[in-house]
């Protein structure tokens, strides 16, 4: 219940693939610009939060540190970028993607949303969450894929 994971085969290179993951600068990121992460930073907002306040960094690609819509970058290193949300919520929520070599010019990306609570409170969020972080889930899966392919 804590985690949704979605893993994607890709007929890609693993280093074009990871410049999509982890892609900064300028232009569309699906990590700030996916439907569900404009919507959470919105609902964010309507409940006091920050919302969406970072912009993304100028660099090439997210490093250790970074800020970028409402994530903390946790860690951007080995093709493993970790994004820790600054939302109000009561628990902790951690979206991480990973891509890894799968043979010559493949390569499979993985992304897991974890939702670690905070007491009862908690708990009870949680359960209820559960459809709605599942949706959530498959939609930026689906966003980070269809930004990939435009890069082709």
């Known amino acids: 219940m804590h985690r949704s994971t979605r893993t994607s085969r890709l007929e890609r290179d693993p280093d074009s693939v990871w410049s999509v993951v982890a892609g900064a600068g300028a232009g569309s990121h699906w990590y700030v610009d996916a439907a569900p992460f404009v919507v959470r930073g919105a609902l964010d907002r309507a409940l006091g939060g920050a919302g969406r306040r970072w912009p993304v960094p100028d660099g090439a690609l997210l490093d250790t540190g970074d800020t970028a819509g409402f994530w903390r970058v946790g860690r951007a290193r080995g093709r493993t970028l970790e994004l820790v949300a600054d939302v109000r919520a009561p ?62």
Do not use: K
Request: glycine residues 10%; aromatic residues 4%; negative net charge.
């Open 91 to 152: 628990g902790q929520v951690t979206l991480e993607t990973s891509v890894a070599p799968d043979g010559p010019g493949r390569c499979t990306v993985r992304q897991t949303v974890t939702f670690e609570p905070d007491g009862l409170v908690g708990q009870l969020y949680m359960l209820a969450d559960l459809p709605a972080r599942e949706l959530v889930a498959e939609l930026a899966h689906r966003s980070l894929l269809a930004e990939i392919s435009g890069a082709a």
